[in-house]
């Protein structure tokens, strides 16, 4: 199957630092990406839907300069957590449509982060 | 309602025995359908797809009730290998394909 790679695995971070997490399409080209959320024993929650080229959209609670997505090839999609706090904490994943096979999602192996 | 709904369990079975896991969902111009198995804080990956004549992948059977709204995921002789959280996934036809997850059904296999 397709391979997206997600990048860092695992952060630590201060308070009001900012974060980016990357996600790449490493053997094909993803027009959408989608960055989702999850908390301990919760389900995964869209976040945003990233589109090559164009703004992302969010979804509704999702404040946008907060999370801030850009998209600017057909392999790599970034999400960067602005001035994060405690309560940002979580594991975000990514995942990438091949153009080939749109239905079926791959994903990032996800990144946990915990802000102190 | 959410859009898509699961049983959270968890399911404690023995090993050998047969689970089944419902899913409902709300849109009806939904027109995809997975079953995604995650293990504990990993990323999840897909089990099978569902269609609509129903099927099967070894000892697991998914299964599509357009009608009614809901698939099935029935997984026999149970492994403690099979134990994590059954996500199930619905994709409708519309919205560039976004992926609506179910919050998912946490399965645990006992010797």
């Known amino acids: 199957g397709a391979v997206v790679s997600q990048h860092p695995s695992w952060v630590i971070c201060k308070s009001g630092t900012s974060v980016k997490i990357e996600c790449r399409s490493l053997?094909?080209?993803?027009?959408?990406m989608f960055w989702y959320r999850q908390f301990p024993k919760q389900s995964l929650m869209l976040m945003a839907t990233?589109?090559?080229?164009?703004?992302?959209?969010?979804e509704q609670g999702v404040e946008k300069d907060k999370f801030l997505i850009n998209h600017a090839s057909l392999t790599l999609s970034t999400l960067t957590v602005t001035s994060a706090h405690p309560e940002d904490s979580s594991f975000y994943i990514c995942?990438?449509?091949?153009?080939?096979?749109?239905?079926?999602?791959?994903f990032g192996q996800g990144t946990r982060l915990t802000v102190v | 309602r959410k859009e898509v709904e699961q049983d959270p369990g968890p399911f404690n079975v023995p090993e050998g025995a047969t689970v089944a896991f419902n899913c409902t969902y709300s849109?009806?111009?939904?027109?995809?359908f997975f079953w995604y198995r995650q293990d504990c804080r990993k990323e999840p990956k897909l089990l099978m797809s569902?269609?609509?004549s129903g099927n099967e992948d070894g000892r697991f059977t998914a299964q599509l009730n357009r009608a009614s709204q809901y698939i099935s995921l029935l997984i026999r002789d149970s492994k403690l290998s099979d134990s994590a959280t059954y996500l199930c996934?619905?994709?409708?036809?519309?919205?560039?394909?976004?992926?609506?997850f179910g919050a998912g059904t946490r399965l645990f296999v006992k010797a």
């Open positions: 995942s990438a449509r091949d153009s080939r096979a749109p239905a079926e999602a791959f």
């Open positions: 053997d094909f080209q993803a027009t959408t």
């Open positions: 990233s589109n090559e080229g164009s703004k992302a959209t969010y």
């Open positions: 849109n009806s111009a939904s027109q995809s």
């Open positions: 569902v269609y609509s």
């Open positions: 996934v619905v994709i409708p036809n519309t919205g560039g394909f976004k992926t609506i």
